[in-house]
């Protein structure tokens, strides 16, 4: 009988991608799904170390894991499995510790055969089980070089690396070739990217041109470009991006390549020059304000979400208060808002973390209150009008429910013949959206 697996995932979508190479690693080498953690004989945890509450989940469930299945091998990878004080806190429970670079040579941990030999872009080369049959994500890189002071990421992922555009093309490709519609290109700072110009260029008609031909190396604009003109029908999205390499190159091929979405996830992080200029992120507000409204002035339709960080060390509530004003005056459509958690190792781990969670959470209330009013001015716009929706699937209350090409939420109602309603997922439908709420849409196919 075949050995199984199971994986579960506490993170963002670079760890749901990761876990999908992990599940094509081990299903290549003989492992099975299980349907059930506490069965498995193999579990892989896939961790995120950007948070203290995500990092809080990891040391509940691990030794759960163990005691309702003793005999369980845990295999703990992401953010934190590099950590030593993670190392030490778990050691107990953890059989394998993996830091996502050290796929490849997961086999010799387990004591099985290999098999198939690395590739220069290491890990992310590994052919990946996805989990969508729709949409799915294609890391692009990995690692991060910007040391923002907060973060953990270059510290647990390591420096940038990235993917050949060959490759990438070649993943792109070969999804859009099984009807995938979505297309998601992640990496921590997907526009950074530089690879050398691929040979992939010549299968595809490329009506654009590439901009460092010169240099014989191609930057992330060629590579949408070179994306947007696989044959086929599909939409490409990408995050996530920094402002301060947002270039008008960027946006110009957001604007004129027809697959790419009109959504710019753009982590802001805070609207106050002081403590911008300490989380090290190398931009002021002017100029994060002034980047939207270019991106506002060159893609139309195009919907700006974000990034933000509540309470970091040493705001005060004037300091906080311009990103009160920022997030009025842009008006996003959607913020991830996250409340500052001190991160090991990182360099504001040395500053106080002065304000208290009650605090932090009154901030974050603050700007959640903002959002919610800009999102529905933004999202009662759209009532009357057409929109084309890529549905994800079937809600409990038995309606679709998808998203628009600007990252809405819509829902959308219909009443009779499951059947040909279960046939739609997948497949992108032209809807008539009749209603706003604070987040989303609600409409009905057009028929
Ligand atoms: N590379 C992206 C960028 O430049 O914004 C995001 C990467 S990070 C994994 C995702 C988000 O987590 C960040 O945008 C930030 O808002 C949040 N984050 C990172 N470190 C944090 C910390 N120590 N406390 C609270 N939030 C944090
Ligand atoms: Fe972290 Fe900053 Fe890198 Fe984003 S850009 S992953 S926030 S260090």
């Known amino acids: 009988m075949k050995k199984t697996y199971y994986i579960t995932i506490i993170g963002c979508q670079m760890n749901k991608s990761d876990s999908e190479r992990i599940a094509g690693y081990l299903e290549e080498r003989g492992y099975a799904l299980s349907d059930s953690r506490d069965k498995a004989d193999l579990v892989v945890v896939t961790t995120c170390g950007v948070r ?23 295999i703990l990878t992401g953010c934190l499995s590099s950590r030593k004080d993670v190392r030490g806190r778990l050691k107990k429970y953890v059989d394998i510790w993996m830091p996502i670079t050290e796929l490849e040579s997961l086999a010799d941990k387990l004591g099985i055969e290999n098999g198939k030999s690395s590739s220069l872009s290491g890990y992310l080369a590994i052919n990946p089980k996805y989990n969508s049959k729709f949409s799915a994500f294609v890391p692009i890189g990995n690692g991060c070089d910007n040391f923002c002071s907060y973060c953990v990421v270059p510290y647990a992922r390591g420096r940038e690396v990235y993917r050949d555009a060959d490759e990438i093309l070649k993943e792109v490709e070969g999804l859009v070739g099984k009807g ?74 957001v604007a004129e390549c027809e697959n790419v979405c009109e959504h710019i996830h753009l982590p802001v992080q805070a609207g106050d020059n002081e403590i911008l200029r300490r989380m090290n992120r190398k931009y002021t507000a002017e100029y994060y304000a002034g980047l939207i ?31 009160v004003d920022l997030f009025k005056q842009i008006k996003f459509y959607l913020a991830y808002v996250s409340q500052y958690s001190p991160r090991y190792g990182t360099a504001s781990a040395k500053m106080e973390d002065d304000t208290p969670k009650e605090e932090k959470k009154r901030r974050e209330d603050v700007l959640m209150d903002i959002l919610r009013k800009t999102a529905f001015e933004e999202n009662k716009k759209y009532i009357g009008k057409n929109a084309e929706v ?7 209350k038995g309606e679709l429910f998808g998203k628009t090409r600007t ?17 739609l997922v997948g497949k992108f439908i032209n809807v008539q959206i009749n209603k ?12």
Not at 58 to 63: E, Q
Not at 442 to 447: F, T
């Open 52 to 74: 203290q509450s995500a990092e809080d989940r990891v040391y509940g469930l691990i030794p759960k894991i163990k005691k309702t299945n003793p005999k369980v091998k845990i």
């Open 180 to 253: 995938y519609r979505e297309i998601i290109l992640i990496a921590q700072n997907v526009n950074s990217y530089q690879s050398k110009i691929p040979n992939f260029k010549f299968q595809i008609p490329n009506k654009f041109k590439i901009q460092n031909s010169k240099s014989k190396i191609i930057n992330f604009p060629d590579l949408l470009k070179l994306a947007n003109d696989i044959p086929g029908d599909f939409w490409i999205r990408f995050s996530t991006s920094h402002p301060k390499d947002m270039s008008d190159d960027l946006i110009s091929a």
């Open 293 to 323: 409204k270019k991106i506002r002035r060159k893609i139309e339709g195009v919907c700006v979400t974000t990034d933000v960080i509540v309470g970091f060390p040493g705001e005060t509530e004037e300091q906080f208060n311009k990103t």
């Open 390 to 396: 890529l549905i994800e699937g079937i809600n409990r």
């Open 407 to 423: 990252f809405k939420n819509v829902k959308i109602r219909i009443g009779h013949n499951k059947l040909r309603v279960t046939n």
């Open 436 to 447: 706003a709420e604070g987040f989303g849409l609600e409409g009905e196919v057009v028929k």
